[in-house]
């Protein structure tokens, strides 16, 4: 039975002419967005181009429904279909990531992660995470965030030159401060993770073992990256829309044990109804994830990223850690040209490339005009750019930030891009 028997197909499209029509303003800016992200080129390394069948379930009608609770077991009726949507999602999730229960309820990433500490831990319990200015997300206990001063947080810190964590020093402090948790991941850091070291110390304290893969979700998916749950990790959580592809939304997965808490958690303890449109939409990402085109993708992004990096470092970039394992790099623009983060961001994004500012490791400037900036090759990857196509946007990168006030350069790379652009759709636009 086809949903459309009755109504004319695609529902977007419909919708989106009502949309002209009743809202111009609103529609004038979804048009810039949307000219925006087809002109110019991609590299933060948190974004990506969703694929057309995840903004078809956002936009769907799954959005009316509210869903308190978990299939089979709802506040409110007429669950029959986002039951099986959240079915079908929970279940490809625990096969793409091989791992025993998958709650794919939180609304973010900050969501995902609160749900856990809450859910499992006690105020004032200690966690093991790294330090912001390292790599490390908000919620792994930046001083600011809420979960800061809700737990102690103990930070480690990376090697200033290498990148390596130094795990004789984890050991000591682990040893030292007893956590109730261990948690690796990042959101700033171009290094892998030496996940048997972190489990090797957690056992020793009788620490729970977490991963936020909120970067590499998509990348361990693919099959590109470890798979924390290999090393017998306890939780996994990771954001949906970033390497992965999907919508906006987190998700929280674990080994049996811990699957009642980390429910009730979610649900009541911190969110009410879940979104079912990006349930719906998770739920596709996750076949997407099992195919072969996906892998390739996954592999794709991280021979891009390689690629990237080593054409800066011959331009005579100061990337950190000095390049990369993963999908991202960071520059500190301030060594390499003289140019604090934001103003290198704003060069870049006169010539439609688009970056973040960003902290880099004991940073001596301020977060909204650090050092450095951060990129990333998901998203170029998904319109399709190869290794060759990186040595191109490293020399125009290069060339922008060593001429920021030069009006005829500037001018002329960004037609540059945007001609070169056009060789790459972005999927579904
Ligand atoms: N905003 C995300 C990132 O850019 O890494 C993390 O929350």
New binding site residues.
């Given amino acids: 039975m086809s949903l459309n028997e009755n109504r004319s197909f695609p529902a977007s499209v419909t919708n989106l002419a009502e949309l002209e029509g009743n809202d111009p303003e609103v529609f004038a800016a979804l048009c810039g967005e949307e000219t925006r992200e087809r002109n110019g080129i991609e590299l933060?390394?948190?974004?990506n181009y969703t694929f057309p069948e995840v903004l078809a379930c956002l936009g769907s009608v799954f959005t009316n429904k509210y869903s308190e609770g978990y299939p089979g077991r709802r506040y409110y009726g007429g669950q029959t279909f986002t039951d099986q949507i959240e079915n079908l999602a929970r279940d490809r999730a625990k096969s793409v990531f091989r791992c025993e229960h998958a709650n794919v309820q939180p609304l973010s990433?900050?969501a995902m992660n609160q749900a856990v500490y809450l859910g499992l831990l006690e105020p004032g319990d200690t966690i093991m995470a790294m330090d912001l200015s390292h790599g490390g997300?908000?919620t792994h206990g930046a001083p600011v965030s809420h979960m800061g001063s809700l737990f102690n947080f103990v930070r480690y810190v990376t090697d200033p030159v290498d990148g390596s964590i130094d795990f004789d020093q984890v050991r000591s402090d682990a040893l030292r401060t007893k956590p109730k948790m261990m948690l690796c991941g990042y959101?700033?850091y171009p290094r892998d993770i030496d996940y048997a070291a972190f489990k090797a110390i957690a056992d020793e304290v009788g620490a729970i073992t977490m991963t936020d893969a909120?970067?590499f979700g998509g990348l361990v998916a693919g099959q590109a990256m470890n798979n924390p749950f290999d090393f017998g990790f306890d939780i996994v959580t990771t954001?949906t829309h970033?390497s992965l592809r999907g919508p906006r939304g987190g998700m929280v997965l674990c080994r049996k044990p811990f699957a009642k808490k980390i429910d009730k958690s979610v649900f009541p303890g911190l969110q009410g109804g879940p979104h079912m449109n990006a349930v719906a939409a998770i739920a596709v990402t996750l076949q997407k994830a099992q195919t072969i085109e996906f892998q390739a993708y996954a592999h794709q992004v991280l021979k891009n990223a390689k690629a990237l990096s080593g054409a800066l470092l011959d331009e005579g970039a100061d990337l950190v850690t000095g390049g990369t394992d993963n999908h991202m790099m960071v520059m500190d623009t301030m060594k390499t040209f003289g140019l604090d983060g934001r103003v290198a961001e704003e060069v870049l994004d006169r010539v439609q490339i688009t970056t973040?500012k960003q902290i880099i490791p004991d940073d001596p400037n301020p977060p909204l005009r650090p050092s450095g900036i951060r990129m990333g090759t998901p998203a170029a990857t998904t319109r399709g750019m190869l290794e060759s196509d990186m040595l191109q946007l490293s020399g125009w990168i290069c060339e922008c930030l060593r001429h920021p006030e030069d009006e005829g350069i500037l001018s002329r790379v960004r037609g540059e891009v945007e001609a070169f652009c056009q060789g790459f759709p972005v999927p579904g636009l």
């Fill in positions: 933060i390394p948190s974004e990433g900050s997300h908000l959101t700033s909120s970067h954001t970033k973040n």
